[in-house]
Antibody
Framework: QVQLVQSGSELEKPGASVKVSCRAS????????INWVRQAPGQGLEWMGF????????TYAQDLIGRFVFSLDTSVSTAYLQISSLEAEDTAVYYC???????????WGQGTLVTVSS | QSALTQPPSASGSPGQSVTISCTGT?????????VSWFQQQPGKAPKLMIY???KRPSGVPDRFSGSTSGNTASLTVSGLQADDEGTYYC??????????FGGGTKLTVL
């Protein structure tokens, strides 16, 4: 079946980096974009941006600071989110989601909890 | 502050109908027919319930319906069931490379 499977929870110290993976299966990976959404504890959903799976071009939400990088490895149908210089405020669940078109995220990963704490 | 405005809570008794609003601008909700609605239950990933204003993905009951009027989109859940509880988020396409979610509405079935 069509699914996105994300990597497991991460516990990192402030200033460190983390890389979250999102492996797709059950459909042609190089087609629909992969979006990234974060959810801080007890808060709502925040769209972070997306990566075009055909060209590999990332697009970031306007208010996202330049510590976030989206990338792909099409050979293993996997998208990645890397966050550098982690801050406590980055503590959140990060989701990847497949976009069927125009913000209709029809398949979601199970989420990856990133905790930043000293 | 979210780009789209939703009421923080809504409620209804089993069998009743409830409508959740989502207000944007003519640069998103009012400008495009690309509003989606997601249901999120505690500890789970969001689930797509409505896309392109009023279309339902396969497997979503027809008790869920969507519409728009001007800059406001609405999600109506009819025949409320206990399993409908959760937080509902709207989203809208906002032009090239732009998008946003609403702040979420917690639906309680009384």
């Amino acid at each position: 079946q069509v699914q996105l499977v994300q990597s497991g929870s991460e516990l990192e110290k402030p200033g460190a980096s983390v890389k979250v993976s999102c492996r797709a299966s059950g459909y042609t990976f190089t087609g629909p974009s992969i979006n990234w959404v974060r959810q801080a504890p007890g808060q709502g959903l925040e769209w972070m941006g997306f990566i075009n799976t055909k060209s590999g071009k990332p697009t970031y939400a306007q208010d996202l600071i330049g510590r976030f990088v989206f990338s792909l490895d099409t050979s293993v149908s996997t998208a990645y989110l890397q966050i550098s210089s982690l801050e406590a405020e980055d503590t959140a669940v990060y989701y990847c989601a497949k976009d069927r078109a125009y913000f209709a995220f029809d398949i979601w990963g199970q989420g990856t909890l990133v905790t930043v704490s000293s | 502050q979210s780009a789209l405005t939703q009421p923080p809570s809504a409620s209804g008794s089993p069998g009743q109908s409830v409508t959740i609003s989502c207000t944007g601008t003519n640069s998103d909700v009012g400008g495009y027919k690309y509003v989606s609605w997601f249901q999120q239950q505690p500890g789970k990933a969001p689930k797509l319930m409505i896309y392109e204003v009023s279309k339902r993905p396969s497997g979503v009951p027809d008790r869920f319906s969507g519409s728009t009027s001007g800059n406001t989109a609405s999600l109506t859940v009819s025949g409320l069931q206990a399993d409908d509880e959760g937080t509902y988020y709207c989203s809208s396409y906002g032009g090239t490379n732009k998008g946003a979610f609403g702040g979420g509405t917690k639906l309680t079935v009384l």
